[in-house]
């Protein structure tokens, strides 16, 4: 039942990013034009309607008196949203940061080139392989978890994302000077607590590994 009312708060703080998704998608008749658009009002719009849906339906299957199987494939449904909801805002924010200073600086800078690809391509190519996981999940007709190396693999995956973007800006600073996608991503971004989810993909990475050797010996 916590867990159910931590689902239901989380879906609540999305939900009160609507307003700003509105104001962001009437700018085109504004001064602040496609650019707020782009960075404010397309990210805030999906991600205060779309996640809330997914948690909601996901706090009335983590029910105990029904299957485990439908808990877990929601549960796999809101991450898979999470990731391409992750991929959006930060590759919207990259988009208005290329509308600012042009293709240069992204393309002069080595740096800016990883980062670049690693939000728009990187976190879309991960947001289509949890998908497709999901999904071959959901056709299972058995009651069993999911492959949880997999699982663990995903996680690790999308907290290696923001910690070596992290980690980049630390050694390297600012590259091509301070610009609105490092105001973002450093100034604005909520979602660095994603930074810690290792911590918890990393046994999962491990868990299944442990058990075979476990077997053999």
């Given at each position: 039942m916590s867990l159910r009312w931590?689902?239901?708060?989380?879906?609540a703080n999305f939900l009160a990013l609507l307003p700003s998704g509105i104001w962001g998608a009437t700018s085109l008749n504004s001064s602040f034009g496609l650019g707020f658009l782009i960075e404010t009002g397309v990210p805030c719009l999906v991600e205060a309607i779309i996640i809330p849906i997914v948690l909601v339906k996901l706090f009335f299957k983590l029910n105990p008196n029904k299957?485990?199987?439908?808990?877990?494939t929601w549960?796999?449904?809101?991450g898979t949203v999470y990731i391409f909801v992750f991929w959006l805002n930060n590759s919207c924010n990259w988009i208005f940061q290329v509308m600012q200073d042009g293709t240069e600086y992204v393309t002069a800078y080595?740096?800016?080139?990883?980062?670049?690809?690693?939000?728009?391509?990187?976190?879309?190519?991960?947001?289509?392989?949890?998908?497709?996981f999901t999904k071959k999940y959901a056709s299972k007709t058995s009651d069993i978890q999911p492959n949880l190396q997999t699982v663990g693999a995903i996680i690790t995956a999308l907290g290696t994302y923001f910690v070596g973007?992290?980690?980049?800006?630390?050694?390297?600073?600012?590259?091509?000077?301070?610009?609105?996608?490092?105001?973002?991503f450093f100034g604005h971004n909520v979602?660095?607590?994603?930074?810690?989810?290792?911590?918890?993909?990393?046994?999962l990475l491990l868990f299944k590994k442990k058990e075979a050797e476990k077997v053999q010996n």
């Amino acid at each position: 039942m916590s867990l159910r009312w931590i689902i239901l708060l989380e879906a609540a703080n999305f939900l009160a990013l609507l307003p700003s998704g509105i104001w962001g998608a009437t700018s085109l008749n504004s001064s602040f034009g496609l650019g707020f658009l782009i960075e404010t009002g397309v990210p805030c719009l999906v991600e205060a309607i779309i996640i809330p849906i997914v948690l909601v339906k996901l706090f009335f299957k983590l029910n105990p008196n029904k299957p485990a199987k439908g808990a877990i494939t929601w549960g796999l449904i809101a991450g898979t949203v999470y990731i391409f909801v992750f991929w959006l805002n930060n590759s919207c924010n990259w988009i208005f940061q290329v509308m600012q200073d042009g293709t240069e600086y992204v393309t002069a800078y080595p740096a800016n080139i990883l980062s670049f690809g690693a939000t728009t391509i990187g976190l879309l190519a991960l947001g289509i392989y949890t998908a497709y996981f999901t999904k071959k999940y959901a056709s299972k007709t058995s009651d069993i978890q999911p492959n949880l190396q997999t699982v663990g693999a995903i996680i690790t995956a999308l907290g290696t994302y923001f910690v070596g973007i992290y980690v980049m800006w630390m050694f390297l600073d600012s590259v091509g000077g301070w610009s609105q996608w490092y105001a973002w991503f450093f100034g604005h971004n909520v979602d660095l607590w994603v930074m810690s989810i290792p911590l918890v993909g990393l046994p999962l990475l491990l868990f299944k590994k442990k058990e075979a050797e476990k077997v053999q010996n």
